[in-house]
């Protein structure tokens, strides 16, 4: 079963910033926090991973809570080819069983 | 090469047909799973492959058959199929399953539809 939960949709403006958060409060000191999006018709992609510390890459920021059990994606400006589901994963790496949760759709107004 | 490619990218097949559907890398990757993708819904893991050796089968049932010929190619052997069983399947790839900060490449996915 997933064991993260997001909300189940969010909207943004053009050019504005995006918070997209996570509630992962069963996480393990080992799991990495991962974040993959899915746009239309496309097989997931992936975006950012965390452990403790925050995290910036091209794509975007991860932000993590100090006791881990919630986490933000941050989009710092959103464009329309950022509208996607995002998924929240959280994973120790033993078996390879990486489970998706619900995921946030988000839409982006222009 | 950081592709994932699959074939076909859509099947149509009756319930007494055997079909398979391919997926291949690259990247040297050891590890190789398969998720199924219903409407609306996120991908749902059916099986990983770990340097050719099946680690995980998510209760799959058995009409559905993976093979993993070589570190390069994993197969989704279809038979007797259901119409619920019409979905998308996504293959990815990682470096390692037991890498935690490893990252997923996925196909675009076989679309699947069962008459």
């Known amino acids: 079963d997933a064991k993260t939960t997001q909300p189940n949709s969010m909207e943004s403006n053009e050019e504005e910033p995006v918070h997209l958060p996570c509630n992962h409060s069963?996480?393990?000191?080992?799991?990495?926090i991962h974040w993959y999006r899915q746009l239309p018709s496309q097989g997931p992609e992936y975006v950012i991973h965390?452990?403790?510390s925050n995290v910036n890459n091209r794509m975007a920021s991860l932000a993590i809570a100090e006791d881990r059990k919630s986490s933000t994606l941050i989009l710092h400006r959103a464009t329309l080819r950022d509208a996607a589901v995002y998924y929240c994963?959280?994973?120790?790496?033993?078996?390879?069983?990486?489970?998706f949760g619900k995921g946030t759709k988000l839409s982006v107004k222009p | 090469d950081t592709e994932v490619t699959q074939t076909p990218k859509h099947l149509v097949m009756g319930m007494t047909n055997k079909k398979s559907l391919k997926c291949e890398q690259h990247?040297?990757?050891?590890?190789m799973y398969w998720y199924k993708q219903k409407a609306k819904k996120p991908p749902e893991l059916m099986f990983v492959?770990?340097?050719?050796?099946?680690?995980i089968n998510e209760s799959v049932p058995s009409r559905f058959s993976p093979e993993c010929p070589n570190s390069s190619l994993l197969n989704l052997h279809l038979h007797a199929l259901q119409p619920e069983d019409s979905a998308l399947y996504l293959c990815?790839?990682?470096?390692?399953?037991?890498?935690?900060?490893?990252?997923?490449?996925f196909g675009e996915g076989s679309r699947l539809t069962v008459l």
């Open positions: 990815a790839s990682s470096q390692e399953i037991r890498r935690a900060t490893g990252e997923l490449f």
């Open positions: 990247m040297g990757h050891r590890a």
């Open positions: 965390g452990l403790t």
């Open positions: 492959y770990s340097y050719e050796k099946l680690s």
């Open positions: 069963t996480i393990s000191g080992t799991d990495y």
């Open positions: 994963l959280q994973y120790g790496g033993s078996q390879g069983n990486l489970i």
